[in-house]
């Protein structure tokens, strides 16, 4: 079965940090290029970070830049997001996305993406 799967949500505290895994299975990571995407409560779901399946670019909305890390570890089929510095605002679940497109191919958008993950909730509270 070819999916995509996040992991490592959960109930934070502000400042706090945790760090989410986009794995595939059924399929190779490696020529894809991978998005995380961020739905809050009651608003549309919007691209916070992307690196493409070089890994040579990578890129942040500015809401995040400077806290989120977005890194690929292509030997364990897995993207994953390091986030610093929890804000409620952060709070979502979060989605990962791969796009089948040149090896710069950043999808911070989140148009024609070929697999989306079911997400993972993120609470950031005290």
């Known amino acids: 079965q070819l999916q995509l799967v996040e992991s490592g949500g959960g109930l934070v505290q502000p400042g706090g940090s945790l760090r989410l895994s986009c794995a595939a299975s059924g399929f190779t990571l490696d020529y894809y290029g991978v998005g995380w995407f961020r739905q809050a409560p009651g608003k549309e779901r919007l691209g916070v970070s992307c690196i493409s399946s070089s890994g040579g670019s990578t890129n942040y909305a500015a809401s995040v830049k400077g806290r989120f890390t977005i890194s690929r570890d292509n030997a364990k089929n897995t993207v994953y997001l390091q986030i610093n510095s929890l804000k409620p605002e952060d709070t979502g679940v979060y989605y990962c996305?791969?796009?089948?497109?040149?090896?710069?191919?950043?999808?911070?958008?989140?148009?024609?993406?070929?697999?989306w993950g079911k997400g993972t909730l993120v609470t950031v509270s005290s």
């Open positions: 996305a791969a796009v089948r497109r040149h090896s710069y191919y950043c999808p911070l958008l989140g148009y024609g993406m070929d697999y």
